[in-house]
């Protein structure tokens, strides 16, 4: 049987919209690649192309899942409002009059 903590964390990732695969008998959980090289390294994921993942060991704690869970949210988040800063200056450099 899996220890709560790992049915927590792929809850708690999937509850925010990201897409997670558990293996059945081992405490890993797969999920999309955080797309910020410095979360990567923070966390010291293991990535391979798209996806990562992490090994619940036994002595993480439900409030170290929460501190990572809400880290790549807001990871998630730095990269989305940079790409739509990059959307909106691509737009006003190819129409200088589009604020006008």
């Known amino acids: 049987m899996r220890p709560d903590t790992i049915v927590c964390l792929q809850s708690m990732l999937e509850k925010v919209g990201i897409k997670t695969m ?20 923070k966390w ?27 880290d790549l949210i807001q990871s998630r988040a730095r990269v989305s409002v940079a790409a739509m800063k990059q959307i909106a200056a691509d737009a006003r450099a190819a129409d200088p009059e589009a604020d006008a």
């Open 44 to 70: 010291q994921l293991a990535c391979q192309g798209d996806i990562a993942h992490v090994v619940v060991m036994p002595n993480i704690t439900l409030d170290k899942l929460e501190v990572f869970v809400q």
């Open 22 to 41: 558990l293996n059945e008998l081992s405490s890993t959980v797969v999920f999309e690649r955080p797309l910020e090289e410095s979360f990567v390294k």
